[in-house]
Structure formats: structure tokens, C-alpha cells
């Protein structure tokens, strides 16, 4: 039942900037862009901000994700072109200038699970089989909420879940 949850193909492209090259300082988590706004990236992590210590001092990290559901292409152009695209809408959308400094750029093409027509029912069959194998619990992004709130809230759930469990058996 897993095997037959489609997904959506993303590349993870990193870039690093001099702080001095954005017109304002970047701080927060970053930003999902939707595509009535005209860019390819689907969104910006701004790592530097989130995390201490995770770029040199006058250095900003961004992490960018392009492709999904509605471009899966994009994850099968090269280095050169995604790093080209993403600097664009970087550009754009944060009036960064001067050229960023490459990182590796990771495809995940198992990414982003698709909802699809059919969803809940796969969901509930397979709550029903999982009654059936006790201590066997599951839990993430392909089930009920993609987004890492999503994850940490049935995770939240599932411990609750098992704590309750394991107090009634004792």
C-alpha cells in the first residue's frame, strides 16, 4: 500500500552568499513561493538564520527547492542550469546581487508524497492492517501532512499513543 503512494521529484540546491550582497539582512525561516509569483524555486530555507554556525561569519547559507508536482523536468536539468535558475529567482525575489558560491546539489525523487484522489482510503486500509500488527506503528509525511509541523503533530500523537497503550498493559 506504501509502494503505490506517488511522489513528486525535488532538487535540494544550496547556495552561500556574502551577507553584503542582499539588500537586507535575512532573517527568519525563508519563504514558499507560489507560482502565480513567476519563479521556478519553490522555496528558500535560510539556514544561517535558523541555525548559528551553519555558514562562516559574513556569510549567508540558503537552501532552494525547485521541481515538485507542477515541474518535474527541473529536476533533471544539470548543475550549471539549476544553480542558474535558482540564483535568478534568488535575485528576484531578494534583490540578492553578485554570484553565489555553489554547494552539492542533492535529487529526491521520492520528495513529496501526492495526496491524490483515493488517499484517505489507502490511509484507512492501512490503519486497518497496522490493528492487526501490534507494536507496529507508522508514522510521516506520506500518511497525513507533508509539512514538518504535520510529521512532529503524528509523532506527537503516535507517542501519546503508545505511552497510553503501555500504561494499560501494566
Same mark, same amino acid.
Given at each position: 500500500m506504501l509502494g503505490e503512494i506517488p511522489y513528486a521529484a525535488i532538487a535540494s540546491v544550496p547556495l552561500a552568499y556574502r551577507t553584503e550582497q542582499f539588500?537586507?539582512?535575512? /532573517? @527568519?525561516?525563508?519563504?514558499?513561493?507560489?507560482?502565480?509569483? =513567476?519563479?521556478?524555486? %519553490?522555496?528558500? &530555507?535560510?539556514?544561517?538564520? !535558523?541555525?548559528?554556525?551553519?555558514?562562516?561569519?559574513?556569510?549567508?547559507?540558503?537552501?532552494?527547492?525547485? /521541481? @515538485?508536482?507542477?515541474?518535474?523536468?527541473?529536476?533533471?536539468? =544539470?548543475?550549471?542550469? %539549476?544553480?542558474? &535558475?535558482?540564483?535568478?529567482? !534568488?535575485?528576484?525575489?531578494?534583490?540578492?546581487?553578485?554570484?553565489?558560491?555553489?554547494?552539492?546539489?542533492?535529487?529526491?525523487?521520492?520528495?513529496?508524497?501526492?495526496?491524490?484522489? =483515493?488517499?484517505?482510503?489507502?490511509v484507512a486500509k492501512l490503519d486497518a492492517a497496522l490493528a492487526r500488527l501490534p507494536g507496529l506503528h507508522l508514522a510521516g509525511n506520506y500518511l497525513r501532512g507533508v509539512a514538518i509541523g504535520d510529521c512532529i503533530r503524528q509523532a506527537e500523537e503516535l507517542a501519546r499513543e503508545i505511552t497510553d497503550s503501555t500504561k494499560a498493559r501494566k
Open positions: 539588500s537586507a539582512p535575512l /532573517g @527568519g525561516f525563508g519563504f514558499l513561493a507560489p507560482r502565480s509569483e =513567476g519563479l521556478r524555486t %519553490l522555496g528558500s &530555507i535560510w539556514n544561517s538564520s !535558523l541555525f548559528t554556525e551553519r555558514a562562516p561569519e559574513n556569510w549567508m547559507l540558503t537552501t532552494n527547492f525547485i /521541481g @515538485g508536482a507542477t515541474d518535474p523536468e527541473a529536476v533533471r536539468l =544539470g548543475d550549471d542550469e %539549476l544553480v542558474r &535558475i535558482v540564483h535568478g529567482d !534568488l535575485s528576484k525575489a531578494l534583490r540578492v546581487t553578485g554570484e553565489p558560491r555553489r554547494l552539492p546539489i542533492r535529487r529526491w525523487e521520492r520528495a513529496i508524497p501526492q495526496y491524490e484522489l =483515493g488517499h484517505a482510503a489507502r
